[in-house]
Nanobody, 114 residues
Framework: QVQLAESGGGLVQPGGSLRLSCAVSVNSFSFYAMAWYRQAPGEQRELVASITTGGGATYVDSVQGRFTISRDNAKKTVYLQMNSLKPEDTGLYYC????????WGQGTQVTVSS
């Protein structure tokens, strides 16, 4: 069973930065397109950034230019660098395949507040 372990969240002031990490216990990690998802309080989980096996990245409009997704296939880890954070970025952040076919991990909480 694939395990996803997100980390790096925390409380940060508006304008601050965080770097999230997600360690993935799966063989052939490099074969999978990966994504970061966010679930804000009272909202549905949404995909905010994705990265292809070749490293191509896409973002939702609300984070474009502020967030950067990357991956290290040797470490089986996907990252999300979040800059210029806003209160509306608050939520639980999860990683998964782009198709979201693995069981979800615990997520990591990001709170942006002054």
């Amino acid at each position: 069973q694939v395990q996803l372990a997100e980390s790096g969240g925390g409380l940060v002031q508006p304008g601050g930065s965080l770097r999230l990490s997600c360690a993935v216990s799966v063989n052939s990690f490099s074969f999978y397109a990966m994504a970061w998802y966010r679930q804000a309080p009272g909202e549905q989980r949404e995909l905010v950034a994705s990265i292809t096996t070749g490293g191509g990245a896409t973002y939702v409009d609300s984070v474009q230019g502020r967030f950067t997704i990357s991956r290290d296939n040797a470490k089986k880890t996907v990252y999300l660098q979040m800059n210029s954070l806003k209160p509306e970025d608050t939520g639980l952040y999860y990683c998964n395949r782009v198709t979201a076919r693995w069981s979800w991990g615990q997520g990591t909480q990001v709170t942006v507040s002054s």
